[in-house]
């Protein structure tokens, strides 16, 4: 489809210069509204519609391609937050690239997208492993729980504030 919209511009920028070329050789008047006319139908029209085209055939690509980059990452993102609830919640960046078939640098670059939205938090294990940990995806066996934000008061079984008085020791 790119290629015709080059071809096709092309050739309507080609048909408005040799229509151009014939009225300037023609010696007809552009006095009369019928010339008018016809210069605008055989020269302008097809003049304007090949622009165009190229236009697009030039420009049209990189949005398209942008757009798809940018559905490309989110399948990721999305696939990165499947991936997570199979591994409990956790993701280190060798089994989001083994497990997705990205490289690890990308798979780096998406869970520390995920972790700057605050979908995800990096954790290190003893042995200096980092650990993107979902804590959203760890909990979800606690959603049947959820209760109205209006009913979660203390006396109804949450405690939504820090004991007053107490300090770490």
Not at 2 to 17: D, I, T, Y
Not at 139 to 152: F, T, W
Request: no cysteine.
């Amino acid at each position: 489809m790119a290629s015709g919209r080059l071809w096709g511009g092309g050739g309507l920028l080609a048909v408005a210069a040799f229509m151009f070329l014939g009225f300037m050789t023609s010696g007809a008047s552009f006095g009369t509204a019928a010339t008018i006319a016809a210069f605008l139908i055989s020269v302008v029209l097809p003049g304007v519609t090949g622009g165009v085209l190229l236009r697009s055939h030039f420009t049209g690509g990189r949005s398209l391609t942008a757009r798809q980059e940018a559905l490309r990452l989110e399948t990721i993102e999305a696939e990165l937050i499947r991936l997570a609830g199979r591994h409990d919640g956790r993701l280190t960046i060798v089994e989001a690239a083994g497990e997705l078939g990205v490289p690890a640098a990308e798979a780096k670059g998406v869970l520390d997208e995920l972790m700057a939205r605050e979908i995800a938090d990096i954790e290190v294990t003893e042995s200096g492993v980092l650990v993107y940990a979902f804590h959203d995806v760890e909990h979800l066996e606690d959603k049947s729980s959820a209760r109205p934000l209006l009913d979660a008061r203390p006396d109804r079984g949450f405690d939504l504030e820090e004991p007053r008085g107490e300090t770490d020791s």
